[in-house]
């Protein structure tokens, strides 16, 4: 288990933020539902998660499934 910080983000800027306990960063970013696995990087509009491991600092990015 890892400690994560997973953002709702929106046109770039965090709108929700959520501490979580998670096996990895795909599941820290399900605190909000499902997800597509990582973009790769991030993007500068519309709607999507970033989650940081709190530890190392490595962040992921993810779309929310509609």
């Known amino acids: ?3 994560f ?3 709702m983000m929106r046109d ?3 709108v929700k933020r959520a ?3 998670a096996g990895s960063d795909v ?3 399900k605190v909000w539902g ?3 696995v990582p973009l790769g990087r991030e993007a500068e509009t519309g709607d999507w998660i970033r989650v940081t491991h709190m ?3 490595r962040t ?3 779309t929310v499934e509609t």
């Open 1 to 3: 288990m890892g400690n």
């Open 5 to 7: 910080t997973v953002e």
């Open 12 to 14: 770039g800027r965090a």
């Open 19 to 21: 501490e979580v306990q």
């Open 27 to 29: 599941e820290a970013a």
């Open 34 to 36: 499902q997800v597509k």
């Open 55 to 57: 530890t190392s600092g």
């Open 60 to 62: 992921s990015w993810f």
